[in-house]
């Protein structure tokens, strides 16, 4: 774990500490949470503590509970659970792309396939981190296009939960050759926005994260 001065702010730190103290087991679901322990273990005052535990409670991490205060939600992804959020992001982008297509929507081809070549670069360079971000990246650039906000806000919160409590046998990306495999597609689902055959663009998508839900069972 990072040390206090590597954290811009005291909140972060608690953020960070308790994500971490989430994905190791010591903090562990329907536990009790309260700043006065919190400020003891981590040896800062309940400000920033607070400010903390506001954050993850808005992005489902912990929950207020009536007579209970905070607790820890069970957050930790398995195959199943990964699976499942998959479709939650599914649905959103169907959704999304269904509008697209009513209103002839342009989608803006040259951040997608920004987002592609970040990922190319970052898969030759092995840099996984910001492989899977640029990913991201692409959906979140497709869900803009949509003007109902709560679209984007859901499937930033799943993302953030994959990102961050994802077991490292869930989302295998795979050797070199996989990843260039997985850019193609990518490339191919930007193809079909850029012809506005909206249809076969959310097709690839499907296509794709079934594969991705596949993947994690093996």
């Given amino acids: 774990m990072k040390s206090k001065r590597e954290y811009k ?22 536990e009790h949470l309260t700043e006065e322990r919190l400020s003891k273990e981590l040896n800062v005052s309940r400000s920033p ?11 489902g991490i912990l929950d207020y509970r009536t007579y209970s205060g905070v607790v820890v939600r069970d957050s930790m992804i398995d195959a199943a659970k ?22 002839q929507v342009d989608v803006d081809i040259d951040a997608l396939r920004n987002y592609i070549s970040s990922m190319d670069r970052s898969s030759y360079l092995q840099n996984m981190e910001d492989y899977i971000f640029n990913q991201h990246q692409f959906f979140f650039r497709i869900l803009k296009h949509d003007p109902n906000p709560f679209y984007y806000e859901n499937v930033k919160r ?14 295998k990306q795979g050797s070199e050759d996989r990843r260039d495999q997985t850019v193609k597609k990518f490339t191919k689902i930007a193809d079909a926005f850029e012809q506005k055959d909206y249809d076969l663009a959310n097709q690839r ?14």
């Fill in 9 to 30: 702010t005291l909140d972060r730190m608690v953020y960070f500490s308790i994500i971490e103290k989430i994905k190791t087991g010591e903090l562990k679901p329907n």
């Fill in 49 to 59: 503590i607070r400010k903390a535990i506001t954050a993850l409670v808005s992005e």
């Fill in 82 to 103: 990964y699976a499942q959020l998959l479709e939650v992001i599914e649905v959103f982008i169907d959704a999304t792309i269904q509008k697209m297509k009513k209103n």
């Fill in 158 to 171: 799943v993302f953030f939960t994959i990102n961050n409590f994802s077991m490292e046998t869930v989302v």
């Fill in 205 to 218: 998508i499907r296509d794709m994260f079934g594969e991705f839900a596949l993947s994690a069972f093996r």
